[in-house]
């Protein structure tokens, strides 16, 4: 039997980002409308967040990315550092998603209000970080929503009848093959 608990503010940079997200063994699968050049702690260095991404590439975890619109130069000059990224996580872009969740090998998962940016996820300081909350959960039932919804939007299920399809360069590529 699993545990949800509710968590805010810079909880949620804490136990998901700093515990939970590098400690992946398997997969990580995160969904976010806003993506920026998050800024992590790591062995008392401040590192982007794609340099944990790319070290659990490193460790061959499978990672898929959505996020809602094209990240700010600073976030893609941080990617470029990082080679392994390129064909070690799978990257999808839907103008729809506004759902904000991480899921840790299908054991662990987030599900609330944070974007994956500095003042969403709580890593900025005290005065310059947004008043977030959300939900962490081992238990497996919730797990799978969270899952499912996700994979819903990865494996294109609403894509037909969605109303953006214009702006949706995913979308393209997928009728021209």
Same mark, same amino acid.
């Given at each position: 039997?699993?545990?949800?608990?509710?968590?805010?503010?810079?909880?949620?940079?804490?136990?998901?980002?700093?515990?939970?997200?590098?400690?992946?063994?398997?997969?990580?699968?995160? *969904?976010?409308?806003?993506?920026?050049?998050?800024?992590?702690?790591?062995?008392?260095?401040?590192?982007?967040?794609?340099?944990?991404?790319?070290?659990?590439? +490193?460790?061959?975890?499978?990672?898929?990315?959505?996020?809602?619109?094209?990240? *700010?130069?600073?976030?893609?000059?941080?990617?470029?550092?990082?080679?392994?990224?390129?064909?070690?996580?799978?990257?999808?872009?839907?103008?729809?998603?506004?759902?904000?969740?991480?899921?840790?090998?299908?054991?662990?998962?987030?599900?609330?209000?944070?974007?994956?940016? +500095?003042? *969403?996820?709580?890593?900025?300081?005290?005065?310059?970080?947004?008043?977030?909350? *959300?939900?962490?959960?081992?238990?497996?039932?919730?797990?799978?929503?969270?899952?499912?919804?996700?994979?819903?939007?990865?494996?294109?299920?609403?894509?037909?009848?969605?109303?953006?399809?214009?702006?949706?360069?995913?979308?393209?590529?997928?009728?021209?093959?």
């Amino acid at each position: 039997m699993g545990v949800t608990e509710f968590i805010s503010d810079r909880a949620i940079y804490k136990q998901v980002l700093l515990e939970r997200v590098p400690q992946a063994k398997s997969f990580l699968w995160i *969904g976010t409308s806003d993506l920026k050049d998050l800024h992590v702690d790591k062995n008392g260095r401040m590192v982007p967040f794609l340099e944990v991404l790319s070290d659990l590439v +490193g460790r061959n975890v499978s990672i898929r990315l959505i996020h809602a619109k094209e990240p *700010g130069e600073n976030f893609r000059e941080d990617f470029d550092r990082y080679p392994n990224l390129i064909g070690g996580m799978e990257r999808i872009l839907c103008p729809r998603v506004h759902f904000k969740s991480v899921v840790v090998d299908g054991e662990f998962a987030y599900m609330g209000s944070a974007n994956l940016t +500095g003042a *969403g996820m709580g890593a900025k300081g005290k005065t310059r970080r947004n008043f977030e909350s *959300g939900i962490i959960t081992t238990e497996q039932g919730m797990i799978e929503k969270i899952m499912e919804q996700f994979d819903g939007v990865w494996m294109g299920k609403h894509c037909r009848m969605c109303g953006r399809k214009k702006y949706c360069a995913d979308y393209k590529d997928m009728l021209s093959t």
